[in-house]
């Protein structure tokens, strides 16, 4: 886990790395004015994008920092790997759908949870996933 | 870090004490399920109490324990999901399908003993 200025990193290389970036995103955004309902929602989030990580690429890295445009204040949680990539973005961000025997629920699920959300993959290439959720008042 | 899991009569209680790893969860339903055989236990609560997430891995594979220790003859209840994580699941779309749920250990308990235990001569 790296931290710069008040930025957090942290690779997911592990199971237990998966807590400690859900853990990480909460204590982040407990600093932010966000209800407690809206923090365990962040963690849940931060928690099926780093599995995803771990499941689809073995490893990769959650990167998690504050956010502040046009007047909000949020989190930005970016996460990344250089796993194979998902060829059908769009079907893979579809409830139900599952290459893996799971609920096939974890993305679709995150973007549920975040304000924001966008995904991009290239075959080969890995995929980045960022979300964004804004505290009170925002978006 | 290992879910304790005490025996109270016929029951096993599984009390989280902290968060659970995907490995953690696994060696729980592993621990759950060798003891309720043993044991002979007619009843499993799992208190997720101190867990402060519940995400589709997590709630898959809890739903899974009650399924298989149901097959073993174990009635399974989950107490304490607390509101946030409540309205979390909700969000995700998760459901427990088929697990019993109840509001604490009190409840749980006194659920447990509808299912097992016979009633008493002349009381219903």
New interface residues.
Partial sequence: MTVASDEVRVRIASDDDIVTARQEGRRLSAGLGFSSTDLTLIATAISEVARNIRVFAGEGQVQIRPVHERGREGIVVVARDKGPGIADIERAMQDGYSTRGSFGLGLPGARRLMDEFDIRSRPGKGVTVTMKKWALGGG | MAVPILKQGDYLIASIQA??????VLRLRDDLLDRAGSLRSKGIIVDVTAL??????A??SLRGIAHMANLRGARTVMVGI????A??MV????NLEGVHTALDLEEGLRFLDGLTKEPRDGRE
Wanted: charged letters at 25%; a negative charge; aromatic letters at 8%.
């Fill in positions: 968060a659970l790893s995907d490995s953690d402060d997430v519940m995400d589709s891995f709630a898959r607390q509101p946030e994580v309205f979390a969000q995700l779309g998760l």
